[in-house]
């Protein structure tokens, strides 16, 4: 089982990473090494970027060299003609970035499948033709004599202080990122890669999370492509063609898209072989020529066969997670939504129907839910309880009808916004982040309640938010009966503590209405009974449920009033014992479940 983030460092280690950095530069190590180190670390900067991108939110990108040229040409453009500081032409440069990721990503970032990898080759290949197109940029001859970079009068030239500049903001770099993936906003960011719709009942706006992934991989590439200008002294178009795009990806891919420090790793080796094969190629084959891209090209192949998750995932597997309890035991827990009344209709569905095609799935659906409630909704496979789910959590658009929440209308209001309101759900088919601890899975449900941003996120000063974020986690883990599974990864779980973890994500988001799609599918006697419990408590303290189950002595047990579903329609509504004596109701069970 891997874990994204980890970086296997500990606290401690970090300062002694630096150190060494600082006691390379002064080990007589030939200059030449020093000076690859130097494009190894430019180069890891920018994979950093696909690392977030590609590795941890699932989005290919082939165009990442083009932000890199955005900082590059910017800080040779303006230190040359403006003779402008390079801190303030990288300042400028990364604010370029910004604007041109924003407009790229709000128009590429809604398109699925195989089309934002095909926009990523697009605007690669444009901007690429553009460079080398416009005068004041040297056509395709680029711009030279761009000048070292200087802290004070300090020169970094090209050497040994450079080096220990470029790697000192790489270590930063992935301190803070692995910070900002072990956070709040890191972990909505980390469940999105396997489908957006839970994360989106967790109120968690995806795309956001996209465009702010997308500018913050286009930043590193800025960064990166400022200290490539200063470094050689010159930049010309094919620096941040396509084909460097398509190298950023193998590097990143051949060393682990989904670790921090694969980029490191990939960018290393990438630069060595390079190097090595550029001299060695030719003296075997006879005939120089760019043979190194085959080479590459069969090398991509093999690692992606034996090693899909790359060569970091050799040394960055087995690491687990231990959450230490004491991180949060003395936390202020997380403030709580209003309560609401007993006898206060907080649900109102109003004849909402839902169309797919032919098939009229739901017709006509009116109920109502009260404060404290449970309400169990049941019928035969197929009779439209998990789409009238889907209507109520917004996940479905309705056909017609309306849903009214607490005196919201919500019929036309997206999941995001409705799980904001203080809707939570589970789903049929379970849904959660494998790789993440139970704890963690747990905590995503509480993402509405944390505020920290992403600067917060970046240099850890979101921890007072955090501990009370799992806190919250911990009380509703230990709640559904977790506490034996809290640092195991979650695709370890069997079936029900997978369910019973799903409903503790959803406590998390302190609804007012919890609605829960076959909960008891795959528990065993002892969890059903636990799961009876917990769903009482919850209307002790005033929060309604919606169930669908198909356990009938669990729904005759805890439910307060049933409604029955058969082809879409409502059949009956009543207590459990009017529906149990009810005919027509046991004529829809024995005639379809016989
Ligand atoms: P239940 O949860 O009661 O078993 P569902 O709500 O899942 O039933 O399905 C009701 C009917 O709608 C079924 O006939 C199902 O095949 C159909 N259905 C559900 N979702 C879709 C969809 N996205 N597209 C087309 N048909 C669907
Ligand atoms: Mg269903």
């Not at 040994?160 to 990122?177: A, E």
């Not at 899975?441 to 993402?447: F, P, R, T």
């Not at 669990?554 to 149990?580: A, H, R, T, Y």
Request: contains cysteine; proline residues 4%; neutral net charge.
């Amino acid at each position: 089982m891997r874990n994204l983030e980890l970086t296997h460092l500990k606290n401690y280690q970090w300062p002694l990473l630096l150190a060494l950095v600082i006691v390379v530069s002064v080990l007589p190590v030939p200059d030449f090494w020093i000076y690859q180190a130097n494009y190894i670390g430019i180069y890891s900067i920018t994979c950093l970027g696909l690392v977030l991108l590609t590795g941890i939110l699932g989005l290919t990108s082939f165009g990442q060299a083009a932000f890199v040229g955005i900082g590059a040409y910017s800080t040779a453009y303006l230190t040359l003609n403006f003779d402008l500081s390079p801190w303030l032409s990288l300042f400028i440069g990364l604010s370029v970035t910004t604007l041109s990721a924003l407009v790229i990503g709000l128009i590429t970032l809604r398109m699925s499948g195989h089309y934002l990898p095909l926009a990523t080759i697009a605007w690669g290949l444009s901007l690429y033709y553009l460079m080398g197109n416009i005068d004041a940029l040297g056509k395709y001859d680029g711009l030279q004599n761009i000048k070292s970079l200087s802290i004070a009068s300090l020169s970094l030239g090209q050497g040994r202080i450079f080096f220990v500049f470029t790697w000192v903001c790489l270590i930063v770099f992935i301190k803070s990122l692995s910070k900002f993936l072990d956070s709040r906003l890191g972990r909505a960011v980390r469940a999105i890669k396997s489908g957006t719709q839970m994360p989106q009942a967790m109120g968690i706006n995806t795309f956001h999370f996209k465009v702010l992934i997308f500018c913050l991989a286009a930043l590193l590439s800025s960064f990166s492509g400022w200290l490539l200008a200063h470094f050689q002294h010159s930049v010309t178009p094919s620096d941040f063609g396509l084909k460097m795009g398509i190298e950023y990806l193998f590097m990143t891919v051949v060393g682990g898209a989904g670790y921090l420090w694969g980029a490191v790793i990939g960018a290393g080796i990438y630069k060595i072989l390079d190097d090595q094969l550029q001299v060695l190629l030719p003296m075997l084959i006879g005939t120089s020529g760019s043979y190194e891209v085959i080479v590459f090209g069969i090398a991509m192949v093999l690692i992606l066969k034996y090693l899909p998750e790359g060569i970091w995932s050799l040394f960055g597997s087995v690491q687990n997670i231990t959450h230490k309890q004491e991180l949060w035991t003395h936390a202020e827990p997380l403030p709580s939504k209003s309560q609401t009344h007993p006898g206060e209709v907080i649900l109102e569905v109003k004849k909402i129907s839902k169309r797919f095609g032919g098939l009229l799935a739901v017709n006509q659906v009116s109920f109502s839910i009260k404060g404290g409630e449970i309400k169990g909704l049941i019928g035969p496979n197929g009779a439209g309880k998990s789409t009238t789910f889907n209507l109520i959590t917004g996940l479905l658009p309705v056909t017609s009808g309306e849903v009214m929440f607490r005196g919201v209308h919500t019929e036309h209001l997206s999941m995001r916004e409705i799980a904001h309101l203080g809707i939570s759900r589970t789903f049929q088919h379970v849904k959660m982040i494998p790789e993440m601890s139970v704890l963690e899975n747990i905590a995503i449900g509480a993402h509405t309640r944390g505020h920290a941003g992403i600067a917060a996120a970046l240099t850890g000063q979101d921890k007072r938010e955090e501990s009370r974020i799992f806190k919250e986690a911990h009380k509703q883990l230990i709640r559904v009966g977790l506490g034996n599974y809290i640092n195991e990864p979650a695709g370890n779980l069997p079936m029900g503590p997978q369910r019973l973890m799903e409903i503790a994500r959803a406590l998390c988001a302190d609804p007012s209405l919890l609605l829960l799609d076959e909960p008891a599918a795959g528990l065993r006697f002892q969890e059903k009974n636990e799961l009876a419990q917990v769903i009482k408590n919850l209307k002790a303290e005033g929060v309604s449920v919606l169930l669908v189950e198909h356990d009938m002595d669990l729904v005759m047990k805890i439910c307060d009033s049933l409604v029955v579903m058969e082809f879409g329609n409502v059949l009956v509504e009543g207590s459990p014992v009017e529906i149990q004596n009810n005919p027509q109701v046991r004529a829809a069970y024995l005639g379809t479940e016989h």
